[in-house]
T-cell receptor, first 110, second 114 residues
Framework: SQQGEEDPQALSIQEGENATMNCSYK?????LQWYRQNSGRGLVHLIL?????REKHSGRLRVTLDTSKKSSSLLITASRAADTASYFC??????????FGTGTRLTIIP | NAGVTQTPKFQVLKTGQSMTLQCAQDMNHEYMSWYRQDPGMGLRLIHYSVGAGITDQGEVPNGYNVSRSTTEDFPLRLLSAAPSQTSVYFC?????????????FGNGTRLTVT
């Protein structure tokens, strides 16, 4: 099944720095989503970017999508301890399913 | 506003036992799905439903049954538990077809099969 793959698998940065994580996928898509998962909790939706959009912002989050390279990036600016979590990209598979990558584990060091 | 509610939060089963994981949503969402999450494997889709009375298989359906008699509820049944089913199970719902709409997740059921 189609699946996005996040890179890096793990990332540690100092509080206040920016964090960038990437997602690559295999086939054409009409949208891509990013989710956050705090330890022991369910996933929380962050942003959905459509294939005709190159960039989207939400607060301190910026997502880009490059359909020619089949890749997306999630940038978190001015990181905070509360941003410590795992981040997943998700891509549609068929009309009714969403497939997830294995995630990037982000640790913010106070 | 409860969102997606999963019960129980934790469960320990012996091999061969059966059980039902409950999932309910109060957002009137048509689409519901079950995922399992294992270390290093990401989330894998077990079963999904596009509306009451309609279910279909995902990526890893073997050993699990589902039904959707109401819009609100989407229980997942383990027929004869196996150690390979030790995992964290998440239920999710979305307002529109799943590939085109944000998913709302429950907080998961952590299942251990001994």
């Amino acid at each position: 099944s189609q699946q996005g793959e996040e890179d890096p698998q793990a990332l540690s940065i100092q509080e206040g720095e920016n964090a960038t994580m990437n997602c690559s996928y295999k086939t054409s898509i009409n949208n891509l989503q990013w989710y956050r998962q705090n330890s022991g909790r369910g996933l929380v939706h962050l942003i959905l970017i459509r294939s005709n959009e190159r960039e989207k912002h939400s607060g301190r989050l910026r997502v880009t999508l490059d359909t020619s390279k089949k890749s997306s990036s999630l940038l978190i600016t001015a990181s905070r301890a509360a941003d410590t979590a795992s981040y997943f990209c998700a891509t549609p598979f068929g009309n009714e399913k969403l497939t997830f990558g294995t995630g990037t584990r982000l640790t913010i060091i106070p | 506003n409860a969102g997606v509610t999963q019960t129980p939060k934790f469960q320990v089963l012996k091999t061969g036992q059966s059980m039902t994981l409950q999932c309910a949503q109060d957002m009137n969402h048509e689409y519901m799905s079950w995922y399992r999450q294992d270390p290093g494997m990401g989330l894998r889709l077990i079963h999904y439903s596009v509306g009451a009375g309609i279910t279909d298989q995902g990526e890893v359906p073997n050993g699990y049954n589902v039904s959707r008699s109401t819009t609100e509820d989407f229980p997942l049944r383990l027929l004869s538990a196996a150690p390979s089913q030790t995992s964290v199970y998440f239920c999710a719902s979305s307002a529109h077809r799943e590939g085109d709409s944000p998913l709302h997740f429950g907080n998961g059921t952590r299942l251990t099969v001994t």
